[in-house]
């Protein structure tokens, strides 16, 4: 089976009729549209020439930023006078099928609009489409990441709203540089800047990058600060320690755990992690490596080519994964996040 068409097959089968793509068909919790997984789920579609599912994604989801625009004006206009914003007043990261925010989750969670903000504007790029009729959600979500950037939220995993992490500054900083390339007269590579100069502050320990700020930790989501969002350079030697202790502290027989305390559905190995391992192996030229990472991907996929989250085969916490179970049922398949890191690790 071709694993690359199927993925493409996949991604495709889960947009919906109004542009928004959905996490999976298959599973409660992830019936509804996260920015940041959906973003990079359009960016494989157009490393493969698939540009309509792209461009009617951008479409909605500017729609909906413009619509929102009294929540973002209204959160920094609060934030400027130093008042106390409640959940509700973010913008949420997390849209159900009928493309309404989630109330249900708190979910503050600024990864989503970084990575947004990346993707369209590649979009216009490799596109060459008229950016005119984004030019106004791109403005509102480059202003609205300007002045939240520092502001503990949720991460990548929907956990932790009390940290800032590193992940989420890097989706931020490669949202804002790219940004800076479409509107011309606002200086977002500035803001990009200081928030590297920021990272290098407070988030860089023993010559490597921690999960948080102020906090020593690991998590395999460090490697956003190298692809795609570029805050370092792959072969940088913040980004090579990195590596190693991920590699070190997070790599079992061929997959990725996220995080060693990780205990959803007894912490596995997750497809997209492993993929975008193997992607960083492949752009520093370490081609055999990063092919050995997407053998292990590839063996996890089941009859009809469709690839879960993670696989639980080798756990971190074992006695955690009947209750998530009891929750949820079991590992959501087929994952979009992971067949689309999966086309990107082996195109890109």
């Not at 023993?206 to 190298?226: C, E, H, Q, T, V």
């Not at 795609?228 to 070190?248: A, H, N, R, Y």
Request: glycine share 6%; net charge negative.
């Amino acid at each position: 089976m071709n694993l690359i068409q199927k993925s493409v097959e996949v991604i495709k089968n889960n947009q919906l009729n109004s542009g928004i793509i959905i996490g999976s068909h298959k599973a409660g919790a992830y019936n509804c549209c996260f920015l940041k997984d959906n973003s990079f789920s359009v960016y494989a579609l157009e490393l493969m020439g698939e540009y309509t599912v792209a461009e009617k994604y951008y479409d909605w989801s500017s729609k909906k930023i413009i619509e929102l625009q009294y929540k973002i004006i209204n959160a920094i206009k609060r934030q400027n006078n130093n008042e106390k914003l409640l959940n509700s007043d973010y913008l949420h990261s997390i849209y159900n099928a009928n493309g309404i925010e989630d109330e249900q989750r708190s979910n503050f969670q600024l990864d989503g609009y970084g990575v947004w903000l990346w993707g369209i504007c590649q979009h216009i790029k490799r596109t060459n489409q008229n950016k005119d009729i984004y030019i106004k959600s791109i403005k509102l979500i480059a202003g609205y990441l300007q002045c939240f950037w520092q502001s503990p939220c949720f991460g990548c995993w929907e956990e932790k709203d009390d940290r800032i992490h590193t992940s989420t500054l890097a989706c931020i900083y490669g949202g804002l540089y790219e940004a800076n390339s479409i509107i011309t007269e606002i200086d977002y590579e500035e803001i990009a800047k200081e928030i590297k100069s920021y990272i290098l502050k407070n988030c860089v320990i023993d010559g490597r990058l921690s999960k948080y700020a102020f906090y020593d930790d690991m998590d395999s989501s460090l490697i956003f600060l190298a692809l795609p969002f570029q805050v370092f350079e792959l072969t940088d030697d913040i980004m090579i320690k990195t590596v190693e202790e991920i590699e070190k502290n997070l790599l079992e027989d061929g997959g990725l755990h996220r995080y060693t305390t990780d205990s959803y559905y007894g912490g596995g190995r997750w497809i997209n992690l492993t993929c975008w391992l193997a992607w960083y192996y492949r752009k520093t030229g370490n081609i055999n490596k990063g092919d050995r990472l997407l053998e292990w991907v590839e063996k996890c996929s089941n009859s009809n080519g469709e690839f879960p989250e993670q696989v639980i085969d080798k756990v971190l916490n074992f006695d955690y994964i009947e209750r998530w179970r009891e929750l949820f049922g079991d590992i959501v398949c087929p994952s979009l996040w992971s067949h689309a890191m999966y086309i990107i690790a082996k195109v890109d």
